[in-house]
């Protein structure tokens, strides 16, 4: 009883609390995830930017022609980076690139409850890696939408569940075609701010 009422035990009762907050503070920061981004997904640098892209599977006669694959990211490319205010994304000609986009893929059951898009990041070797974009079933402006939200994907973002955004839970708010009259779906303020300032030179 002596002890616990001496300045010994109080200077050790504090140094242990001080010691806990200080784990807790590291391991908070170690697994904070950003509301809005994927968890475990890897980030890009700023000096990666803008992120080269490049439209794959000339072999797949269901894909459409190439000139229309190109004309088709193009457009959602210099949406997406009118949006955010920067050059996010490139198109670049060749096979060497961070982002590729394969149109008309045969979705997998299972994995992939096609019609719309698929992006998947992979590792390309020490601590570089790719985004793999793959649409299936899907055309005119809901394929161009739909290119949108995979670079979202492709950049770290995660669904929302707002009816407006580009981002949205395609559960809740399956992708449709603009109605006469409404606005497209966009970026929402809070993912434009939260991207530009991961990544905005």
């Known amino acids: 009883m002596e002890f616990i009422k001496s300045w010994k ?16 503070v590291v391991v908070g920061v170690i697994t904070h995830t950003e509301p809005g981004l994927q968890p475990d997904v890897p980030r890009w640098a700023r000096a990666d930017f803008p992120l080269s892209v490049c439209v794959a599977n000339d072999d797949n006669p269901d894909a459409g022609t190439h000139n229309d694959r190109l004309a088709t990211t193009t457009h959602a490319i210099d949406i997406t980076n009118a949006r955010l205010g920067f050059d996010v994304f490139r198109m670049t000609q060749g096979s060497e690139c961070q982002v590729t986009v394969l149109f008309n893929v045969p979705y997998e059951a299972g994995v992939w409850d096609g019609p719309g898009g698929n992006s998947e990041i992979v590792h390309h070797g020490g601590r570089a890696f790719l985004c793999r974009i793959e649409t299936s079933n899907v055309a005119g402006e809901l394929l161009g939408l ?11 973002l995660a669904h929302d569940d707002f009816a407006s955004s580009i981002m949205r ?12 009259g409404q606005f497209p779906p966009r970026i929402t303020d809070h993912d434009r701010k939260l991207l530009r300032g991961m990544y905005a030179p």
């Not at 739909?146 to 770290?156: D, K, P, R, S, Y």
């Open 9 to 24: 035990f109080m200077a050790i009762l504090i140094a242990v609390v001080f010691a806990i907050a200080v784990v807790g």
């Open 146 to 156: 739909t290119l949108e939200h995979e670079f979202g994907h492709c950049l770290g």
């Open 169 to 180: 839970d395609p559960d809740l708010y399956p992708m449709r075609s603009t109605p006469s």
